[in-house]
């Protein structure tokens, strides 16, 4: 086969990516924003899961992104480990507005890599447009970051829209790159 044909042809990826975070930190407003194009604050409570389905291009490759939008109520984790299970990466989202309490976050963490506890995290902050009501500087959210061995931290507003694609981007980038090995 001619090698220049090879290098043209792109590679194709399916990933499934886990978003979590406490009830009422933005996750089903962020997936809508991403997939849909559209801002709805109106959304309720997600009981148990909801998934969402995304075809991205990325480094010359055609990525579908399979997320699972946990349902953040606590009452709900029980059904959660089986929809876990084959995750690649997760998306922890705090709301910015609100400070975290660290055993949530734990909790988080531990439900999300309870199948690989070397599974890469993204640190999303919510809310970023509700500029008065920030209750977590950057300082706090990258000490988070560092603590629980997340790769990165990207502040959001699925209001506006504000780095809502760079989200997906960074997480699709880390997912590509660790495929490549």
């Not at 998934?51 to 055609?62: G, P, R, T, Y």
């Not at 399979?66 to 709301?95: K, P, T, V, Y």
């Not at 609100?98 to 999303?124: A, S």
Request: with cysteine; net charge positive; hydrophobic share 45%.
């Amino acid at each position: 086969m001619d090698n220049r044909l090879l290098k043209t042809q792109k590679k194709n990826f399916v990933f499934k990516i886990i978003v979590a975070g406490d009830g009422g930190v933005g996750k089903t407003t962020l997936l809508r924003r991403f997939v849909n194009r559209v801002f709805d604050d109106s959304t309720i409570a997600t009981i148990g899961v909801d998934f969402f389905l995304k075809e991205v291009e990325f480094d010359n490759a055609k990525c579908s992104l399979q997320l699972w939008d946990l349902g953040g109520q606590e009452r709900f984790r029980h059904l959660l480990d089986s929809f876990i299970m084959g995750s690649r990466a997760a998306l922890l989202l705090i709301d910015l507005t609100r400070l975290p309490k660290i055993q949530g976050i734990l909790d988080w963490v531990n439900i999300v890599r309870l199948h690989d506890m070397n599974l890469p995290i993204l640190l999303v902050g919510t809310k970023y447009d509700l500029e008065d009501a920030i209750a977590i500087d950057d300082e706090s959210a990258l000490n988070i970051k560092s603590t629980f061995n997340m790769f990165d931290y990207i502040k959001t507003s699925s209001k506006t829209g504000y780095n809502v694609d760079e989200v997906f981007k960074c997480i699709t980038r880390a997912l590509i790159q660790k495929s490549k090995y």
